[in-house]
């Protein structure tokens, strides 16, 4: 199942072969499977965002973010023989997006604990990951220079991974509880209970916003 | 009660719905224009490697190559102790009396055995115990020398002594005149372990005092004592060092006398 780059060359031809935007996930994803790439195109035109996005506040990083977004989908790509339709497709690739989140978030801890800067973090900075300074032109200037989207953003990341998952999914992404309770594998009660305890942690971090 | 509850359980849930609908008001952000095209070069360049995860943990990868270098300069420091010859001392206390003879050699200081200087037994065979020595040599060596005294009349210096000793085995200092090792008896050390006193003359070795089983076996003044145990006795005779005189051929106003001590 060879990619074809010639897949995003947008010729004529293509177009015409896209397949239609009211095509069900499992729909697309079967089509992948039989060599449609524009099948596959088009689970990307409809994820790519909201992954982006979701990842982005877990991790409070643009560029970190929009990687693993686009290591989400080379995995979903390779691993798609071994889908299978029996639970929700957003399920599964917010699945995939949350455990690489939770590695690159273990990896940051990892390169903090050997970093010896973080012997000269101040009491403030304690839960804030350690970032160094990102000269790279910003993506999204407007979003960046709201200092309250900012501290919000710190908020969040401060907040611990249990909490931090289903908060993001529910209040930012808008899923379900019971696509959380599914994406992180735990009962409905424990995903409702832990999306109330972040929020919780959260009105505290940021009474001065409320 | 109950209403108090209520009402704080609803102040905790507006807090919640306050923060919600804050995240809920955030700007929502946008994958890049050129996604699709990166995720299919990724593609493109095949299957992703598996970022190798090490099973040796962080700390343990940090720890391992210090412990080693802890090992390492343990061990060299451990050395350099003992160079300082900080050891010296009790490593020679217990090696032993030094040279304990199988004579009972008399105090006198004509009889006294000469002492041997140290660095010429040293060159004859390397193992001696001596100061200088185990200064130089690595810790294990005295540490060994130290447990194996394997002889019951004296320790490791007298082994040594012994092995520099053997027969032909003359330690010459580049003069013309051999040294006697320590363990050989000269003719007066002989003679002294005898209760002989005697001293040369022309004709030979001239008994000038007999004392001791020499006197009770006969012996007298002015014997001149020709063999002693079969061998012909010169000025430079050496007996061995466990050399037990029994028999003595003398001559007395010219007659030849066997005595037997």
Same mark, same amino acid.
């Given at each position: 199942?060879?990619?074809?780059?010639?897949?995003?060359?947008?010729?004529?031809?293509?177009?015409?072969?896209?397949?239609?935007?009211?095509?069900?996930?499992?729909?697309?994803?079967?089509?992948?499977?039989?060599?449609?790439?524009?099948?596959?195109?088009?689970?990307?035109?409809?994820?790519?965002?909201?992954?982006?996005?979701?990842?982005?506040?877990?991790?409070?990083?643009?560029?970190?973010?929009?990687?693993?977004?686009?290591?989400?989908?080379?995995?979903?790509?390779?691993?798609?023989?071994?889908?299978?339709?029996?639970?929700?497709?957003?399920?599964?690739?917010?699945?995939?997006? @949350?455990?690489?989140? &939770? !590695?690159?978030? %273990?990896?940051?801890?990892?390169? =903090? /604990?050997?970093?010896?800067?973080?012997?000269?973090?101040?009491?403030?900075?304690?839960?804030?990951?350690?970032?160094?300074?990102?000269?790279?032109?910003?993506?999204?200037?407007?979003?960046?220079?709201?200092?309250?989207?900012?501290?919000?953003?710190?908020?969040?990341?401060?907040?611990?991974?249990?909490?931090?998952?289903?908060?993001?999914?529910?209040?930012?992404?808008?899923?379900?509880?019971?696509?959380?309770?599914?994406?992180?594998?735990?009962?409905?009660?424990? @995903?409702?209970?832990? &999306? !109330?305890?972040? %929020?919780?942690?959260?009105?505290? =971090? /940021?009474?001065?916003?409320? | 009660?109950?209403?108090?509850?209520?009402?704080?359980?609803?102040?905790?849930?507006?807090?919640?719905?306050?923060?919600?609908?804050?995240?809920?008001?955030?700007?929502?952000?946008?994958?890049?224009?050129?996604?699709?095209?990166?995720?299919?070069?990724?593609?493109?360049?095949?299957?992703?490697?598996?970022?190798?995860?090490?099973?040796?943990?962080?700390?343990?990868?940090?720890?391992?190559?210090?412990?080693?270098?802890?090992?390492?300069?343990?061990?060299?420091?451990?050395n350099?102790l003992y160079d300082t010859g900080t050891v010296n001392v009790p490593v020679v206390a217990d090696s032993g009396p030094v040279a304990p003879a199988p004579l009972?050699v008399?105090?006198?200081?004509?009889?006294a055995p000469a002492p041997v200087p140290t660095t010429e037994v040293a060159a004859a065979k390397p193992p001696v115990n001596t100061e200088e020595t185990v200064a130089g040599t690595p810790k294990k060596e005295p540490t060994t020398v130290a447990k194996k005294p394997e002889t019951p009349e004296g320790g490791s210096v007298d082994m040594a002594l012994r092995e520099a000793n053997r027969p032909g085995n003359v330690v010459s200092t580049g003069n013309?005149s051999p040294v006697i090792p320590t363990s050989t008896l000269s003719?007066?050390e002989?003679?002294?372990?005898?209760?002989?006193?005697?001293?040369?003359?022309?004709?030979?070795?001239?008994?000038?005092?007999?004392?001791?089983?020499?006197?009770?076996?006969?012996?007298?003044?002015?014997?001149?004592?020709?063999?002693?145990?079969?061998?012909?006795?010169?000025?430079?005779?050496v007996f061995d060092e466990k050399?037990?005189?029994?028999?003595?051929?003398?001559?007395?106003?010219?007659?030849?006398?066997?005595?037997?001590?």
């Amino acid at each position: 199942m060879a990619f074809d780059m010639a897949g995003s060359s947008g010729t004529e031809a293509k177009r015409s072969a896209m397949p239609d935007q009211k095509l069900s996930d499992h729909q697309l994803i079967e089509a992948t499977k039989a060599g449609d790439e524009a099948a596959f195109g088009e689970i990307m035109n409809r994820y790519r965002s909201p992954i982006t996005n979701y990842l982005y506040r877990f991790l409070n990083d643009y560029e970190e973010a929009v990687d693993l977004a686009q290591e989400t989908f080379v995995r979903v790509y390779f691993a798609i023989d071994r889908y299978h339709t029996g639970f929700a497709f957003s399920t599964y690739i917010y699945r995939i997006a @949350t455990n690489l989140a &939770i !590695s690159e978030i %273990r990896r940051r801890k990892r390169r =903090k /604990l050997l970093s010896l800067t973080g012997l000269f973090q101040s009491e403030d900075d304690t839960q804030v990951e350690f970032q160094p300074a990102d000269t790279r032109p910003i993506a999204d200037a407007e979003l960046v220079d709201d200092e309250r989207s900012k501290m919000i953003g710190k908020a969040i990341a401060a907040l611990p991974e249990k909490y931090r998952i289903p908060v993001v999914l529910r209040d930012i992404d808008g899923r379900t509880y019971e696509e959380i309770a599914e994406i992180m594998q735990l009962g409905l009660g424990t @995903t409702k209970s832990r &999306i !109330s305890r972040g %929020r919780g942690l959260l009105k505290e =971090k /940021l009474q001065h916003y409320l | 009660m109950l209403r108090e509850e209520k009402r704080l359980q609803d102040f905790a849930d507006a807090g919640e719905e306050k923060v919600a609908a804050m995240l809920g008001s955030l700007k929502r952000v946008d994958a890049p224009a050129d996604f699709d095209f990166r995720v299919r070069a990724r593609i493109a360049q095949g299957r992703p490697a598996e970022k190798r995860v090490s099973w040796f943990p962080t700390f343990a990868r940090v720890a391992a190559p210090a412990v080693m270098l802890a090992a390492v300069g343990g061990y060299f420091g451990y050395n350099a102790l003992y160079d300082t010859g900080t050891v010296n001392v009790p490593v020679v206390a217990d090696s032993g009396p030094v040279a304990p003879a199988p004579l009972v050699v008399p105090t006198s200081n004509e009889v006294a055995p000469a002492p041997v200087p140290t660095t010429e037994v040293a060159a004859a065979k390397p193992p001696v115990n001596t100061e200088e020595t185990v200064a130089g040599t690595p810790k294990k060596e005295p540490t060994t020398v130290a447990k194996k005294p394997e002889t019951p009349e004296g320790g490791s210096v007298d082994m040594a002594l012994r092995e520099a000793n053997r027969p032909g085995n003359v330690v010459s200092t580049g003069n013309s005149s051999p040294v006697i090792p320590t363990s050989t008896l000269s003719v007066r050390e002989a003679f002294s372990a005898m209760g002989i006193r005697a001293s040369l003359s022309a004709s030979g070795w001239r008994v000038s005092s007999a004392s001791g089983r020499a006197a009770a076996a006969g012996l007298k003044t002015g014997d001149i004592i020709e063999t002693v145990n079969g061998k012909a006795v010169g000025a430079n005779t050496v007996f061995d060092e466990k050399f037990s005189g029994s028999t003595l051929r003398v001559k007395r106003d010219g007659v030849a006398i066997q005595i037997s001590l």
